[in-house]
């Protein structure tokens, strides 16, 4: 399993990287690797809005369906479009063409506040 040392995490294994005000968001290789084989993101409409914390949409798989949560606030202002057709790339590639959305972030200082670094992402993911 992979864990990138330059991103934050958060508990429900979304990734973050963050660069110019803007936040790119993805699952983690822990997180594909727990779901299965992807095969549909559910992703929201450019210009909505987002909540830390809050779902944003949601991910199918062949063992599950789980929910898509925020891990900063702000206007979504991207979606990676290459999901609607290759939703597997998130398994391949999680942490580079397999993102899922950009944020242009409102309230980063205080987000990040609340996000895990590797060292507690990965602790998290031994436990």
Same mark, same amino acid.
């Given at each position: 399993?992979?864990?990138?040392?330059?991103?934050?995490?958060?508990?429900?294994?979304?990734?973050?990287? =963050?660069?110019?005000?803007? @936040?790119?968001?993805?699952?983690? +290789?822990?997180?594909?690797?727990?779901? &299965?084989? %992807? *095969?549909? #993101?559910?992703?929201?409409?450019?210009?909505?809005?987002?909540?830390?914390?809050?779902? =944003?949409?949601?991910?199918? @798989?062949?063992?599950?369906?789980? +929910?898509?949560?925020?891990?900063?606030? &702000?206007? %979504? *202002?991207? #979606?990676?479009?290459?999901?609607?057709?290759?939703?597997?790339?998130?398994?391949?590639?999680?942490?580079?063409?397999?993102?899922?959305?950009?944020?242009?972030?409102?309230?980063?200082?205080?987000?990040?506040?609340?996000?895990?670094?590797?060292?507690?992402?990965?602790?998290?993911?031994?436990?």
């Amino acid at each position: 399993m992979k864990i990138p040392t330059d991103l934050l995490y958060t508990k429900d294994h979304e990734w973050v990287r =963050f660069n110019d005000g803007i @936040a790119t968001v993805g699952i983690t +290789d822990f997180a594909q690797g727990e779901l &299965g084989d %992807v *095969v549909f #993101v559910q992703m929201p409409e450019i210009g909505s809005a987002t909540s830390q914390g809050d779902a =944003f949409g949601s991910i199918e @798989a062949v063992k599950a369906v789980a +929910d898509l949560y925020a891990p900063v606030s &702000g206007e %979504v *202002v991207e #979606v990676n479009s290459t999901l609607e057709e290759k939703p597997e790339t998130i398994n391949s590639e999680p942490y580079q063409s397999g993102w899922i959305i950009k944020i242009k972030a409102s309230n980063w200082e205080a987000d990040k506040a609340n996000l895990l670094d590797v060292a507690a992402y990965t602790d998290l993911t031994s436990a």
